[in-house]
């Protein structure tokens, strides 16, 4: 078994014996964290622990009599196993296209580190994801910064730290770029359709195409480098021809640049690519199939092409853990109760210890559907088990007292009593990121484990 205790200053696996002593450490670790002994700077070491031994052993490490109010909090399990599987995965689907990875998808140090020692790049979108970047040695030309609308600040820190590529979408930002940034290395960020997207990034940037000609006339004028094109087909896109569509308009772009005297050599195809979790209609392999072969038909090797992978890498690496913290019964007379059978409504009302103020913000800025799964009832433990008992149909709320705090109106699981678990697959993307700690409800802890035994000698 592996020690998931902090080890100060250092990435280290280290392996141990015995099941009792996982569950010793992890109260040891609660007690130090309210104790307040652990550095700012420590890393968490990592398990090479399948996800089910971990949410088993942090479970068993509870004592149901304590009073320590921070121990059932919910929690994460991260496998940088399944982040390691994406990026081969990648490699292999898409060799030409190299990876830069969407921080704001899921800024988590232990990822970063990984991709930074896979040799990924970052698309980072202001200072400090600029500066977390740098601060793990990563060389400034796997930096693009990625926001066509930048901060006066912002640019000049990129100036000063040697980051040159960056977007832009309007004459306004060439200006202030000239101004603090005139070494920069542009990337014209273009308009596409985005229409079959759930977020469609398009409302805010890119610029249309019946522009571009003016646009690269002002760059010129300023005497700025404009080294190639980028898009963003929109997050939660679900036509794979969406790629290739966009993938054509750059090339448009491409060659008119060359009546402004520019010999564009970059691409950045963007993001919005599907997690490992969506294996029916939009697909990683469906979308790298579109992508890869018309880039390839349309752009020579000479020119290199990125990425900006998000949701892609982290999306099915993350597993939540929640406790239910309370239930409530919807009384119906008899009459109600029928209709309630016929119409399907609700039972149960069960409260969690995480919500759409903290994890399951997702639900509300990514209109992600996530789905409740027994982890442990009565004291045994479900994960990923197929349970016989009577299910109903339940609503799932989390712990604030705002009304909109509401996971899932409809959920079908046995009964639940307070302390019994829950867990939620897939919530790496736009999750723990934009999470707050809105009434006084922190956020929910991560530990870390690799079901890649080669993840341990990439730190």
């Keep these: 078994m592996i020690d998931i205790s902090l080890q100060q200053d250092q990435f280290e696996v280290v392996p141990t014996l015995v099941q009792p002593t996982l569950v010793e450490v992890l109260k040891m670790?609660?007690?130090?964290?309210?104790?307040?002994?652990?550095?700012?700077?420590?890393?968490?070491?990592?398990?090479?622990?399948?996800?089910?031994?971990?949410?088993?052993?942090?479970?068993?490490?509870?004592?149901?009599?304590?009073?320590?109010?921070?121990?059932?909090?919910?929690?994460?399990?991260?496998?940088?196993?399944?982040?390691?599987?994406?990026?081969?995965?990648?490699?292999?689907?898409?060799?030409?296209?190299?990876?830069?990875?969407?921080?704001?998808?899921?800024?988590?140090?232990?990822?970063?580190?990984?991709?930074?020692s896979l040799g990924a790049g970052f698309d980072c979108a202001s200072k400090n994801e600029i500066q977390s970047v740098l601060d793990l040695g990563v060389d400034p030309s796997r930096i693009i910064y990625a926001n066509p609308c930048k901060q006066n600040s912002f640019v000049k820190y990129a100036y000063n730290n040697n980051v040159r590529m960056m977007t832009f979408d309007n004459a306004e930002e060439l200006y202030k770029i000239k101004r603090f940034h005139p070494e920069a290395q542009l990337v014209l960020r273009i308009l596409t359709d985005d229409s079959k997207s759930l977020c469609k990034l398009g409302l805010k940037f890119g610029a249309p195409l019946d522009t571009t000609a003016s646009l690269l006339a002002t760059a010129q004028g300023l005497g700025l480098d404009v080294i190639g094109i980028s898009f963003h087909v929109g997050s939660g896109?679900?036509?794979?021809?969406?790629?290739?569509?966009?993938?054509?308009?750059?090339?448009?772009?491409?060659?008119?640049?060359?009546?402004?005297?520019?010999?564009?050599?970059?691409?950045?195809?963007?993001?919005?690519?599907?997690?490992?979790?969506?294996?029916?209609?939009?697909?990683?392999?469906?979308?790298?199939?579109?992508?890869?072969?018309?880039?390839?038909?349309?752009?020579?090797?000479?020119?290199?092409?990125?990425?900006?992978?998000?949701?892609?890498?982290?999306?099915?690496?993350?597993?939540?853990?929640?406790?239910?913290?309370?239930?409530?019964?919807?009384?119906?007379?008899?009459?109600?109760?029928?209709?309630?059978?016929?119409?399907?409504?609700?039972?149960?009302?069960?409260?969690?210890?995480?919500?759409?103020?903290?994890?399951?913000?997702?639900i509300m800025f990514d209109h992600q559907v996530c789905e409740p799964h027994v982890l442990l009832r009565d004291g045994e433990f479900a994960y990923q088990q197929e349970l016989m008992d009577r299910r109903s149909l339940a609503s799932v709320w989390g712990p604030t007292c705002d009304s909109i705090d509401c996971i899932t109106s409809k959920a079908s699981l046995p009964l639940m009593e307070s302390g019994d678990w829950l867990y939620f697959e897939n919530m790496g993307a736009y999750t723990i990121t934009a999470a707050s700690q809105f009434n006084g409800f922190k956020k929910s802890e991560i530990l870390y484990t690799t079901t890649e035994q080669e993840v341990t000698f990439h730190f």
């Excluded at 081969?88 to 930074?116: G, H, Q, S, Y």
């Excluded at 599907?274 to 020579?300: C, M, N, R, W």
């Excluded at 020119?303 to 119906?332: C, D, K, M, N, W």
């Design 29 to 116: 670790r609660a007690k130090a964290q309210m104790a307040g002994l652990q550095s700012s700077k420590s890393l968490p070491q990592v398990h090479t622990l399948p996800i089910a031994d971990m949410l088993a052993a942090r479970l068993a490490s509870f004592d149901p009599e304590s009073e320590d109010a921070e121990a059932e909090n919910a929690f994460y399990v991260a496998d940088l196993g399944e982040v390691y599987r994406q990026h081969l995965r990648w490699k292999t689907l898409l060799p030409r296209i190299e990876p830069f990875f969407a921080m704001k998808c899921n800024p988590d140090p232990m990822v970063m580190r990984l991709l930074a």
């Design 237 to 362: 896109c679900f036509d794979a021809n969406a790629f290739g569509e966009a993938v054509i308009r750059a090339r448009r772009v491409f060659d008119q640049a060359k009546d402004y005297g520019f010999d564009f050599k970059f691409l950045d195809v963007g993001g919005g690519f599907p997690s490992a979790h969506v294996t029916e209609g939009i697909t990683f392999e469906k979308v790298a199939s579109i992508l890869g072969s018309t880039v390839d038909a349309h752009f020579g090797p000479e020119v290199r092409v990125i990425a900006e992978p998000g949701r892609y890498y982290v999306g099915s690496a993350f597993t939540l853990a929640t406790q239910v913290i309370a239930r409530r019964t919807i009384q119906h007379d008899a009459d109600q109760a029928l209709d309630n059978a016929r119409n399907e409504n609700p039972s149960h009302m069960y409260y969690i210890n995480d919500g759409m103020y903290g994890s399951f913000n997702c």
